[in-house]
């Protein structure tokens, strides 16, 4: 009993603050659920990121609502990733049924029902408003760690928005990158070789397949306008904080369009958002759904940019949560900048689960109370172990925690619930109003044809006895489907440029925009 009694005071001593929290659940002593032992997470130090991981069907998703929820009701806007398309039931109150009435009788927290306000959002066709971002937005630099260049392609990279600049050509779309660098290989090399020396063919052609390569994975419906602006990200509505849900279960299979846009929106965050310190509650809390899906297919200069913009996005006032399957999935440089630890149950199946668990036991403080490494293999549904930092900045005692019920439905809308939500949107005629002006990629169309008709109409070709002894340049669209280096995918680009610019949006020119959406 003494031993209960000093675990009791440990706790409580070390989960109570002077500033605002959340409460995410009681105690677990030897197994057992603790009554009025509760674990509170203090708002002050959620910019300091956190992450939530456990092996599949454990409650991380569940987890993920019960944090964001509260954070809502606390004024704090979220942004939520939802891979699986289970997250949208926060945004209907709960139920009381026997588990949950049982479970919170288990903790002695009193069980209430509660709707969160949500915003949905999209990258493709999916309901909501549409998320995108124009490619001038990116800037050379992070346009070509995207597509995994070296420094040469880099600086070809460079000079095709240089030309973009000086030629007054927005860079909207894919179409509009492609139609320049085809433009470099034809009509115009000789004037670009004069301006900004020699370009090598070769490099244009590998950057050519990788924008290809982006573009299978649904890209060219993220790249465009209008831009997202990352304000509508912290809207309230009344005393909540909107939870804004991106809808992507259907570019699951496209780590590298997932991440691209998750490196561009907090890239967009960090550069929009003044610098803010310590606050007594976070500006914005991002969670991430299946966050192994950015760090496992992204190339190096994209994970580096990552792990930067991790370390540097909290005196912005901004708190970054992965949640996945294994800690592991997360590099060690961005899981050592982690405050908050949820980490549900893990399986040990084999040899090298063994090995990871015990790996896993020695990143959490000692505890007298708990045999960390037992405890993750006999955590149950709904139960975690959680490491927080106080307000000081100090990892909490260890603590074992049996997790409230989310005030929210666990499960999603129907089709007429997310019908609803989406007629009330105040952002939705703003970001899916189609509007196409004019781009890089009419204008060096209406380039080329003007050049050849000036040629077709020549008086000295009109009067000319000789017959040609030369063979007329193809044009872009000619060149587009015809170039020997890349006939293997030429059909695909001859397709797409002469679609034209589709679902291309905007009001201003972006070319002179700073950030991205």
Not at 98 to 106: S, V
């Amino acid at each position: 009993m003494k031993n209960l009694e000093a675990f009791k005071q440990q706790l409580t001593e070390g989960y109570t603050f002077k500033g605002d929290y959340i409460t995410i659940g009681g105690a677990i002593y030897n197994n057992e659920p603790q009554q009025n032992c509760f674990i509170n997470i203090p708002l002050k130090t959620l910019n300091r990121h956190g992450l939530i991981a456990g092996a599949t069907g454990t409650g991380k998703t569940v987890t993920l609502q019960i944090i964001a929820e509260q954070l809502s009701a606390k004024g704090i806007p979220v942004l939520m990733m939802d891979l699986k398309g289970d997250l949208s039931g926060i945004a209907a109150a709960g139920t009381l049924n026997p588990k949950i009435e049982e479970r919170h009788n288990e903790i002695g927290l009193p069980y209430t029902t509660q709707a969160t306000p949500i915003e949905l959002l999209t990258l493709s066709s999916e309901k909501g408003a549409k998320l995108r971002a124009t490619v001038s937005e990116f800037g050379p630099v992070l346009f070509s760690k995207i597509l995994d260049l070296n420094d040469t392609q880099g600086g070809i990279v460079a000079i095709v928005f240089k030309y973009a600049d000086d030629h007054q050509m927005p860079l909207l779309d894919l179409k509009d990158f492609k139609s320049i660098l085809q433009f470099f290989t034809n009509k115009g090399k000789t004037d670009v070789q004069k301006e900004y020396g020699n370009i090598s063919l070769a490099s244009i052609s590998t950057i050519l397949r990788k924008v290809i390569e982006l573009e299978s994975q649904g890209a060219e419906a993220f790249f465009g306008e209008r831009s997202f602006e990352v304000t509508d990200l912290v809207r309230k509505e009344g005393e909540k904080g909107i939870v804004s849900i991106v809808s992507l279960t259907d570019i699951q299979d496209k780590p590298k369009l997932f991440s691209t846009f998750m490196l561009c929106l907090l890239a967009e965050i960090y550069h929009s958002f003044p610098e803010a310190g310590d606050l007594d509650k976070p500006k914005l809390c991002v969670f991430i759904d299946e966050a192994h899906l950015i760090f496992n297919e992204a190339p190096a200069p994209l994970l580096n940019q990552i792990e930067s913009i991790i370390k540097l996005i909290r005196s912005k006032g901004i708190g970054i949560f992965f949640c996945t399957q294994n800690p592991y999935d997360i590099p060690d440089v961005v899981l050592s900048q982690l405050g908050l630890k949820v980490q549900h149950a893990l399986r040990a199946f084999t040899e090298k689960d063994r090995k990871a668990i015990k790996k896993t036991a020695e990143n959490y403080p000692i505890s007298e109370f708990y045999k960390t490494d037992e405890l993750l293999t006999s955590l149950g549904i709904g139960q975690a172990i959680v490491s927080i930092l106080n307000e000081k900045g100090i990892p909490t005692p260890l603590a074992a925690v049996h997790l409230r019920a989310p005030m929210s439905r666990m499960g999603i809308l129907t089709e007429e619930e997310i019908k609803q939500v989406v007629s009330k949107s105040t952002i939705l005629n703003k970001y899916n109003e189609e509007i196409d002006r004019e781009s890089a990629y009419e204008i060096l169309t209406k380039k080329i044809t003007q050049a050849s008709e000036k040629v077709e109409t020549s008086p000295e070709k009109s009067n000319s006895k000789q017959p040609a002894t030369t063979k007329e340049e193809p044009n872009l669209i000619e060149q587009l489907s015809k170039n020997t280096m890349v006939r293997q995918v030429g059909r695909t680009v001859f397709k797409e440029v002469t679609r034209g610019l589709l679902g291309v949006l905007g009001l201003k020119d972006n070319s002179k925009k700073k950030g991205w959406f």
